[in-house]
T-cell receptor
Framework: KNEVEQSPQNLTAQEGEFITINCSYS?????LHWLQQHPGGGIVSLFM???GKKKHGRLIATINIQEKHSSLHITASHPRDSAVYIC??????????FGKGTRLHILP | DARVTQTPRHKVTEMGQEVTMRCQPI?????VFWYRQTMMQGLELLAY????????DSGMPKDRFSAEMPDATLATLKIQPSEPRDSAVYFC???????????????FGSGTRLTVV
């Protein structure tokens, strides 16, 4: 069993839909990271959180430390949001453990 | 914006050749990671450094891979000899790890796409 599990693996939605990507982890962490990787390959950091909720534009990330779960939400999704979204946790030994990613495709 | 610079962006080499990838972390960052990304395995941690000292390189095939930080502005990942199965995108990331409980953030470089033929 992977230490970081993401769901769904693939998601196709229509433009404008509300998107939720989930991340569950089984190890103790000091922080959780949401990353975005576009088809060109570059990785961009979206959020780093250790508690609560963060919002940036149409993106919202939440984390529940007790339940070992985080969600990434996209409101009013747009085709340019199409990318792979990766959840990564920073464990107590300062290692980053990656999820397998969620491939999101937003149709116009 | 501060960025992590990786060179080269692309590298095609023949099996058996030495490959050196370079990473310039963001000035002031004290932690540097090397990752490899393949279609099959996704992102894998190869090695990481804190204040230039290697903390963990257990993800790296020791017989052919080596990672160093000759100074605070340069991290290198070397493969010798290279093999076709080393073909992947290699990412470097840097961040500032503060005292326990402090905030951390990591910035990724654009990656080096390595093809070994």
């Amino acid at each position: 069993k992977n230490e970081v599990e993401q769901s769904p693996q693939n998601l196709t939605a229509q433009e404008g839909e509300f998107i939720t990507i989930n991340c569950s982890y089984s190890v103790g962490i000091s922080a959780l990271h949401w990353l975005q990787q576009h088809p060109g390959g570059g990785i961009v950091s979206l959020f780093m959180l250790s508690s609560g909720k963060k919002k940036h534009g149409r993106l919202i990330a939440t984390i529940n430390i007790q339940e070992k779960h985080s969600s990434l939400h996209i409101t009013a999704s747009h085709p340019r949001d199409s990318a792979v979204y990766i959840c990564a946790v920073l464990n107590r030994d300062d290692k980053i453990i990656f999820g397998k990613g969620t491939r999101l495709h937003i149709l116009p | 914006d501060a960025r992590v610079t990786q060179t080269p962006r692309h590298k095609v080499t023949e099996m058996g050749q030495e490959v050196t990838m370079r990473c310039q972390p963001i000035l002031g960052h004290n932690t540097v990671f090397w990752y490899r990304q393949t279609m099959m395995q996704g992102l894998e941690l190869l090695a990481y450094f804190r204040n230039r000292a290697p903390l963990d390189d257990s993800g790296m095939p020791k017989d052919r891979f080596s990672a160093e930080m000759p100074d605070a502005t340069l991290a290198t990942l070397k493969i010798q000899p290279s093999e076709p199965r080393d073909s992947a995108v290699y990412f470097c990331a840097s961040g500032l790890a503060l005292a326990r409980g402090g905030a951390r953030g990591y910035t990724f470089g654009s990656g080096t796409r390595l093809t070994v033929v």
